[in-house]
Every structure is written in C-alpha cells, then in structure tokens.
C-alpha cells in the first residue's frame, strides 16, 4: 500500500544484449518488450527505469526481469532511493527535456 510521505525506490536495468544474428535479434526485442510490459519506460538506449513504491514491490519486478534475461548478453539491475534518483545529473546538447517525475499513483496490493 502507497503510504503517504513515503516516495519509493526506482529500478535502474541496464543491458547490453548482442545482436548479431535474427535469435539473438529475437531475444534483444522480447526482452525489451518484457520490461515495457511491466512498466519500465525507456531513459536511453537498453536503459529502461520504473518506479516502485516499497523495496518488496521492487524485488518482484527485479524478479521479473531476473526470469527473462537472455541467454547471451550483460543484464544489470540497480535500486536507488527517489531521493538518490532526484539527484541525478542530466546533460543535454541543444535539446533539454526535464527528468522523470514520480509516479502519482495509488497503488493497492
């Protein structure tokens, strides 16, 4: 349950997946569909986040992504506090686009 004053975490997923032939080009493209499926949104190229309200809601989407890993490639999955991820630094050449703002969501278990 969403406690009020209480912001979450976000997860970070990172990969680097090979490309180089059509399975490997197969498991890149359901792995990435995999995480928009479960709610991850695209901050850069194979950088995909989404926000979670606990750190028990974050272990299971981290579940999630841990079962459709490929087999071929680098995965990895960071945690931080919403506090942490306000802090982040965001460079831009000529276009400016603001960061990602918390979820106002109310979410029920």
Not at 45 to 67: G, K, L, T
């Amino acid at each position: 349950m969403y406690i009020s004053g209480y912001r979450g975490m976000w997860i970070v997923v990172m990969f680097d997946l090979p490309t180089d032939t059509k399975k490997a080009r197969r498991a890149y493209t359901d792995f990435r569909f995999s995480l928009l499926d479960d709610g991850f949104t695209m901050m850069q190229y194979s950088i995909y986040s989404r926000h979670c309200p606990s750190q028990e809601n974050a272990n299971v989407h981290i579940q999630r992504v841990e079962r459709n890993v490929p087999p071929d490639g680098e995965v990895r999955i960071l945690t931080v506090t919403d506090k942490q991820f306000e802090k982040m630094r965001i460079f831009w050449g000529k276009l400016r686009k603001p960061a990602e703002d918390v979820p106002k969501q109310l979410e029920f278990f």
